[in-house]
């Protein structure tokens, strides 16, 4: 018999992998977990029937979310992680000898846990000894800090369900007054292809515009993520993620990357016009 892996991207759209078998199905406090496995994409994690990551195309967001903010700020010494359970995002941030601290908090210690078992490629940097793992809600946890951190990326699920939070306007101010005065926020952005989503995305752009003086919008290709075509937020205080891209010095640190580059990192910012024109009309 074979088996299938089925997502709603829209009420008439549905995406599909083979699967060769279910490794996990549980229910935390907070969510339906599960990971498969299956010939195209390898082992993948799906929360409330939405996938988190692959281990075939995990490099690709893993990447675009942490090396373009570093490549702006090469020197950042104190990072938060919101969400990012997976530890994919950790994995690369702790490949930087200059960052010191990294915080990285997710809801639901249950996440980890599986993903420590069973993706140990992405969960493979959670015990580094700079890595400060905490279990409430990031919505919660960023409220007690100012001027504590040069770098925030928010690797959270989608705006409903425990994320919902993540999306908020009181969050977006609590992380401005987290940064220090060149700090970086990084978030996923959602897609702008399909109704839903761009709403999503289009009402994060708004409530981040309103607070940050510099807020920008790159993309990458996510063959998993619905549209394949995926968004990130970069909001800052000061810093410019075009004409402050540093790629000599974040090329002096000669990371080996598959996916980002200089140059992409800049070509990442030059939106389609159907994508311009969401932003601008966000509000
Ligand atoms: N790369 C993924 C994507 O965009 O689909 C995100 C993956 S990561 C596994 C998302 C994590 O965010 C999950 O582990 C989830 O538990 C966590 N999360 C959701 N809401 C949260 C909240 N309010 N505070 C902290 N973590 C949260």
Redesign the pocket.
Known sequence: MELWYTEEHTPTVRFSIKVKNQIVNIRSQ??QISVFDSEEFGRF?T?DG????TERD?FI?HEMIVHVPMAVNPSARRALV?????G?TVRELARYSGIEHIDM????EM??NV?REHFPGTSCRLDDGRVHLHF????R?VRRFENAYDLIIV????PF??????FTREFYGNCFKALSPDGILVN?HENPYYDSYSHAMRRAHRRIREIFPICRVYQAHIPT?PSGHWLFGFASKKRDPLSDLDSAAWESLKLTTRYYNSDLHSGSFMLPNYVIEQLEDAG
């Open positions: 907070f969510q994690l929360l939405l996938m988190m990551l995990e967001y919101i969400g990012g359970g997976d994919g908090v997710d809801i639901d996440v980890v993903c409430e809600d990031g919505l946890f690797d959270s699920t989608d369900g425990p994320g919902e939070g993540l996923q993520y």
